[in-house]
């Protein structure tokens, strides 16, 4: 980190960072630069590393950032030197004996930056000083201890932080906390809710997974709402299982509390973005109100029993099945010594005849194969039509209405535990412990409102004024 720091091109490569070593500038150089496309006048601002090569960023005096493209430079000399800080102002957290005890642990992801306004550099907030500066509603909430275990955009969460999470959760409620709340990525925050659901089993209190779809810098951020109504559903929430807590409409009316087993990331983009499948959500909460929408949820304790479970066999693999796939994608799995493969099939668990000898090597070898679905609702039946049947011959397991990534953490989970059993790893398999599998699903849950349709517009219509 300190080393990214002191680079004076951090963040440019290729054909932007030529330019600059062109005209002797570097990060934080305010410049005059003449382009063909006009005159800009600004502070070279860092990029991050996965940043396009192709452009150098510029705070112009105005507060606004504008993108140059390397050739469009005509010439750019250095008029000043001003170096950002890095810093949040920090502000004392307030304690309140009357207020529960939370414990946020971080992982990164945009929920755990912000934007230094002067700057435009993402930077890291996390201290408890820093968001209560940046989020002063929180000590309103609870008394927050702050944990960093990780700074990582959540496509490097992966089985090695499952287990640190898992035991860091476990430690938290051993240690008498009211409620535990992992700050992460929204990318993967289904993976890793399903993770803690196995991993962190009958806890006594509230685990809520939140992120943010925009960093806090920006005006329609979630950072800010998403933080404070999950650290109340943590702290003063009756529902005590592992949930992920994001936007629940696209207005910043209330947020969804969804269970960990059952959620899944939807949209790229829009803040509401986490859906419950396969089910309801579990409950609604705004700050200091949450509405259960369910009955079964496992409710708050005051004993400290917590089973944790922090084990994981990365030999297993999801494979997304297409038509046209070809035996030799499972027998290379099979050489490669996997010893799980969750298959996400058509339908109602269909695969092609094409790879069924390669599903009878992979038996042969002892490798476990499940089906699930790639329509996320539903159940898995393979015994309507003749292929499922045939499926089912082979070996294959199903798994009801498991979500497909579900069942990936499911299976390395279970491989992890009973590294000696797959008969173990069977019977946990094809039994619910966290919600992942339910009796039925609810006949309207599926129905997501679909726009341009006459009659979903005439509802909308009706409802948003
Ligand atoms: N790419 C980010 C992540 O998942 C997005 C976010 O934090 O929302 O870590």
Not at 167 to 172: I, R, S, V
Not at 298 to 309: A, H, I, M, T
Not at 322 to 335: F, H, Q, S, T
Request: aromatic share 8%.
């Amino acid at each position: 980190m300190n080393a990214a720091k002191k680079d004076p091109f951090r963040g440019y490569r290729g054909p932007a960072r030529e330019v600059m070593e062109r005209f002797g500038i570097t990060v934080w150089c305010e410049v005059q630069a003449k382009t063909t496309r006009g005159d800009f006048e600004g502070l070279v601002l860092p990029r991050s590393e996965t940043s396009d090569e192709l452009h150098l960023v510029l705070k112009l005096t105005s507060g606004y950032n504008v993108g140059i493209r390397h050739d469009t430079v005509l010439e750019m000399s250095k008029v000043g030197y001003r170096e950002a800080h890095y810093q949040i102002p920090e502000k004392d957290f307030p304690t309140d004996p009357g207020h529960p005890e939370v414990k946020l642990l971080g992982t990164g992801g945009t929920i755990a930056s912000r934007l230094d306004y002067r700057t435009g550099a993402v930077i890291p907030a996390f201290s408890p000083g820093e968001l209560y500066g940046s989020v002063p509603e929180l000590a309103d909430i609870c008394n927050l201890e702050t944990e960093k275990l990780f700074g990582v955009f959540s496509e490097n969460m992966g089985p090695e932080q499952y287990l640190i999470l898992a035991e860091k959760t476990g430690e938290a409620i051993r240690e008498g906390f009211d409620g535990v709340v992992v700050g992460h990525g929204t990318d993967t925050m289904h993976h890793t809710a399903a993770a803690l659901s196995f991993m962190v089993q009958r806890p006594p209190v509230p685990i809520i997974m939140v992120g943010s779809q925009r960093s806090s810098d920006r005006p329609s951020s979630d950072a800010a709402q998403n933080l404070i109504n999950a650290s109340w559903a943590a702290g003063h929430g009756p529902i005590a299982e592992v949930m992920v807590c994001m936007f629940g409409p696209t207005s910043d009316l209330y947020n969804l509390l969804h269970r960990g087993t059952r959620v899944r990331k939807m949209h790229s983009s829009v803040r509401s973005t986490f859906r419950t499948l396969g089910d309801i959500p579990l409950a609604m909460v705004e700050k200091g109100r949450l509405t259960p929408l369910k009955d079964d949820w496992r409710p708050r304790r005051d004993d400290r029993d917590v089973l944790v479970q922090a084990a994981f066999d990365e030999r297993v693999t999801l494979t997304y099945y297409y038509p046209g796939m070809n035996a030799d994608i499972v027998d290379a799995l099979v050489e490669k010594g996997y010893r799980g493969i969750v298959i996400a099939g058509t339908g109602l668990g269909h695969v092609n005849r094409l790879i069924y000898p390669a599903l009878e090597r992979a038996r042969e070898a002892g490798v476990q194969v499940y089906m699930t679905l790639q329509t996320f609702w539903g159940f898995v039946q393979m015994h309507v039509y003749e292929t499922g049947r045939e499926i089912l011959e082979l070996g294959v397991i199903p798994l009801a209405n498991m979500l497909p990534e579900v069942a990936y953490i499911k299976l390395g989970w279970a491989l992890g535990v009973h590294p000696e059993d797959p008969e173990k790893v069977k019977e946990l398999m094809t039994t619910s412990i966290a919600g992942e599998m339910t009796q039925r699903e609810p006949h309207d849950g599926y129905l997501i409102l679909q726009g341009g349709i006459p009659e979903v517009q005439e509802f909308l219509e009706k409802v948003w004024r």
